[in-house]
């Protein structure tokens, strides 16, 4: 039998709280020392521990970085979950397990390798505080084993993972060896179907990076000098990565003064007011949350939107409503936080689909709320800010930073008459503002989240609050043409087209090759920013059919588009959607698609 060489799905099923996280973080970056494009996903419960938690790693020579399902070498170590994770494994698979777990009236088209986790731990492994992590290692050296891994892979993804620990890196070796040797001396015989081999470009410019590390760095790259935050899964991390960026990019070397203000508040709320406070005084401010928190910052959304005042909110993304299933990945915040707040009110937001562009859209953030003088969300999700992915490196930004219209001492002395904070001078509905401390007898205006007119005073005048409210409504048009535009790929004598977003783009770019192969071609536009481009308007009228793929129950990206299109065109329209909180597979794209197209799968 001939292996199948760099294409498989690994996972590790093993309980929470294990320290088996690390062990993964090993493997997977052993492997892409070797030049190998991985995929790792992560679906772990919302307790602390002590419940099922799964791995799952994705190997393949295409780079594809969707979730497969399905693995081809499972690591079973949860009891609990043995007869469902072996249920869930393709024919042929290699099933390492604990020893002790029966595989009496079980698959028998699965190679079984059973292993005594427990007593190789008790009797190799002298530390008895370290033993329970260092376990988990060694089933890295039984599946180095299996692959045919090469040692100084494990030991180069050992200081990967452990780069500030190198007095650890010699007990993880140990424990890699235990694993390793119990595989040479009882299964090395054995045929092998799955193997890894080392390649020389597929990785070359590459690195491994979470989404919401990645926002972290823009947001330091971005200028942000101010974040107020709650921790909430799965958004914690980007502020948890901010304050340590931050301690070597924001510290005066000199002095040891900190040039940026970190603070916990004490609920997503007040974080967001602590943020409006920062952004109305001039500094790039953000804050960082997920679903739950978002509804809470509802009423100073609004505030801010109608106030302009400029500020930047992550939405990580979780399942809901309410708690929901918080380990959970999902798309069901896009129409919420569009229209986030009572009354009339539309934002801006951008829609990262990689991890290059959550650092670049960290970025642009703080450029649209000082350019447009309002908030602007960044609209990430669990799986695309809490999983390493393959990427691109990232590059030092090379424009400057854009603060939009505001009013120095110079600028007021040169002004003639007086000076409205809400008067569109430029025919743009982009007002000026000048910020708090301003050197200037007309530098002052009252900022108001009530009635007011051009001047900024207070008013209840019903003309003067239409005019207003027109205005706002006419500086989302000019924003929509400074908004990311999209990414348009359009395949030649394509009948039908596929609209996507963030996260979703991984699925549909391997989907397509699929699909190309049985002779069905699609062109595809993925979506970055609301308000939507008119080049969406366009794309649908080329097109018989258009598909809009989505993480979310109700289509929401479906019918925001459909809000968009001419009459005529509404009818093109098809949704398909996935929503069991799992990150979505190429196949989830596929299938539906071919029985819709009625083409035979």
């Known amino acids: 039998m001939t292996p199948t060489v760099n294409d498989l799905t690994f996972q590790a099923a093993t309980v929470n709280g294990s320290g088996s996280q690390s062990a993964n973080m090993v493997l997977t970056r052993a492997i892409f020392s070797l030049g190998i494009p991985v995929a790792p996903k992560n679906v772990f419960p919302s307790n602390i521990e ?84 260092l376990t988990n290692l060694i089933y890295v050296g039984v599946v180095a084993g299996l692959l045919e891994v090469p040692f100084e892979a494990i030991q180069e993804g050992i200081r990967r993972t452990f780069p500030t620990k190198p007095r650890a890196w010699q007990a993880n070796e140990d424990a890699v060896r235990i694993g390793f040797k119990y595989w040479q001396e009882n299964f090395s015989a054995q045929e ?63 002095t040891g003064e900190r040039r940026i203000a970190i603070v916990q508040a004490e609920d997503e709320l007040a974080a967001l007011g602590m943020a409006i406070g920062a952004g109305w005084a001039g500094a790039r401010a953000m804050t960082s949350t997920s679903g739950p928190g978002i509804s809470l910052m509802a009423e100073f959304s609004g505030l801010a939107y109608y106030a302009e005042i400029p500020v930047v909110i992550f939405d990580i993304q979780r399942i809901g409503p309410s708690t929901g299933l918080p380990t959970r990945t999902s798309q069901g915040d896009l129409a919420f936080i569009y229209t986030l707040s009572h009354g009339d009110t539309k934002h801006l937001v951008l829609l990262p689909g990689s991890v290059a562009e959550c650092y670049e859209f960290a970025q642009t953030a703080f450029d649209l709320a000082d350019r447009f003088q309002t908030p602007v969300f960044v609209l990430s999700d669990l799986d695309l800010g809490m999983n390493l992915w393959m990427s691109p490196q990232l590059h030092y930004p090379e424009r400057p930073f854009d603060r939009g219209k505001v009013l120095s001492k110079d600028d007021l002395d040169r002004l003639e008459g007086e000076w409205g904070r809400y008067q569109d001078v430029d025919g743009d509905a982009v007002t000026y503002r000048t910020l708090p401390g ?31 409210m027109d205005r706002l409504a006419r500086k989302l048009e000019t924003a929509r043409a400074a908004m990311p535009p999209p990414v348009v790929e359009v395949a ?109 799968v």
């Open 50 to 133: 002590g419940l099922p938690t799964w791995y799952q790693l994705r190997v393949s020579t295409q780079g594809y970085q969707a979730r497969k399902g399905d693995p081809d070498v499972l690591v079973a170590l949860n009891p609990a979950t043995w007869r469902q994770d072996l249920d869930q494994v393709r024919p042929g698979a290699a099933v390492i397990h604990q020893h002790l777990y029966s595989t009496a009236d079980a698959r028998t088209d699965v190679d079984y390798f059973p292993v005594p986790f427990t007593k190789l731990a008790k009797t190799e492994i002298q530390n008895d505080t370290l033993r329970k992590q």
């Open 192 to 254: 092998r179907r799955h193997v890894l081999r080392p390649l020389t470009s597929a990785t070359d410019g590459k690195i491994l990076l979470e989404g919401n590390q990645a926002a972290a760095l823009g947001c330091i790259m971005g200028g942000c000098t101010v974040a107020a935050w709650y921790p909430i899964t799965p958004s914690s991390s980007v502020c948890e990565n901010l304050a340590a960026y931050a301690d070597r990019y924001r510290l005066d070397k000199a």
């Open 438 to 468: 301003t050197d200037h007898a007309r530098a002052a205006y009252f900022t108001r989240g009530s009635g007011h007119d051009e001047l900024a005073r207070y008013t209840e005048s019903a003309e003067a609050y239409a005019a207003n």
């Open 492 to 600: 030649e004598s394509a009948q039908i087209g596929v609209i996507a977003f963030g996260s979703t783009h991984a699925a549909v770019v391997e989907a397509r090759d699929e699909l190309s192969e049985q002779g069905l071609g699609f062109s595809y536009l993925r979506v970055r920013a609301l308000p939507l481009s008119p080049t969406l308007v366009d794309f649908v009228a080329a097109h018989e059919r258009v598909y809009v793929i989505e993480q979310n129950r109700d289509g929401q990206l479906y019918d925001l588009i459909r809000l968009e299109l001419p009459p005529e065109l509404i009818g093109r329209l098809r949704s398909i959607r996935h929503y069991d909180g799992r990150p979505i597979t190429a196949e989830a794209l596929s299938r539906p698609l071919l029985e819709l197209e009625a083409v035979p």
